[in-house]
């Protein structure tokens, strides 16, 4: 039990020396990662679900701070960056397409084949010498998993493989079913920690649908050693991490008063000892996370927390189940449509009568409620963490560790912060 406790005390101790002391306020060891604030680039990223974009259609996106144009041409999605060459105007701006293969600037009519973004013809000018020489530059993209992929960064892009939530590429016989993408006031960084932060358990402990699924959990955990956390580091695979978390708090108390998840029966206290999360389950680079046996056991559920902007990520869910017959196909849809997607996800302003949030909508009140300090009061280098965010401080430094080059408005020379407000129509976020 000393040897144990050893053990745990080490844990404490590292998250206090990787923050400092209170007045030091010096750098972090994940630096790499606070400079992060746009993203990773050199990255695949979901950009929308598959049912998003029919053929012919176009479709605007901005991830990472960049602009980027869509559009399925039979049955294939390519992607250009979203402003014309010549004066920089939208292309989403007005949507113009006089063949299958073009799409045109609704300015000055320079039109290009979406395909390889080439300038082939100018309406105003014809037989100009730009023609063909001019291009709008091309995003890698590809289709799988029910989503559309598109690589944000620099010459040959890495294999997709190795930036698919591991049991999202490695299950078989998966039925994936789009559960939400919604637009939150978060940078990236502060929701995908807010998706595996274990003491955040506390804000889920009156989760509506928790009867339905016989779910019973603490309102806290934490590592009982270092080894509760494998690091995933193998090169050509996913880069992350798995979470087990061993010791549980299952009742809170202040001044006489219990707190706790109200499933818990207090005269039947689980024991503190045993893992609440399943093996699988942690966050992937670039900003993935992978939940198997969510909301139930036999289940699949990942998010990601696609940067938008600085304050903005857009956050994604897709659900899952393993299905070798119709007939359990045709069950997770039904399951699907009628409660399994709502308990965990209930999009503002969409809420039936007396319908109550669902899990991860609390997440969504967490992230934004954080957000201003961290972006506007330096509270990267002021919070002051516990031993609760061991598992936060290792994923910062395996992020520091493998960002080979963060987003920045330079690379592109795209928009700067206080432009990116939209004067034309956005596509809907569904």
Known sequence: MVREAERADAIYDEVQEQQGAPEERRERPWKRYLEAELGLRNHWYPAFFSNELKEGETRHEMLLGERIYFKRVRGRVFAVEDRCPHRAAPFSSRVECYTANTITCPVHGFTYDIRDGKLVSILTENDSALVGKLSVPPYPVEEKFSLVWVYIGDGEPRALREDVLPTLWNTPDLVMLPTTRYKIRANWRVAIENGYDTGHLYGHRNWASAWRYGAVLPIGTVNKTKD??????????????????????????????????????????????????????????????????????????WEWYVPVDEE???????????????????????????????????????????????????????????????????????????????????????????????????????????SLTRSYPENPIP
């Open 228 to 301: 509760d956390i494998v690091l995933l580091e193998e090169p050509g695979a996913p880069v992350g991490m798995h979470v087990k978390s061993s010791v549980n708090t299952w009742v809170g108390e202040v001044e006489g008063v219990k707190v706790h998840m109200n499933m818990l029966d207090l005269d039947n206290v689980p024991p503190k000892e045993g893992g609440l999360y399943p093996p699988g389950f942690g966050p992937f680079l670039p900003c993935g996370l992978d939940v198997p046996g969510f909301p139930r056991p036999g289940l699949f559920h």
């Open 312 to 418: 903005h990520h857009m956050y994604t869910i897709l659900q899952g189940a393993q299905a070798q017959t119709e007939e359990e196909r045709e069950n997770f849809h039904r399951e699907h449509e009628e409660y399994l997607a709502r308990d965990v996800w209930v999009d503002p302003g969409t809420a039936r009568a007396m319908e109550p949030p669902g899990f991860n909508n609390f997440d969504s009140f967490g992230r934004e409620v954080m957000q201003h300090a961290y972006k506007n009061e330096d509270w990267w280098r002021r919070e002051r963490l516990y031993k609760a965010d061991y598992t936060i401080i290792q994923w910062r430094n395996l992020v520091s560790r493998h960002a080979e080059v963060v987003q920045t408005r330079a690379a592109r020379g795209f928009a700067k912060p206080d």
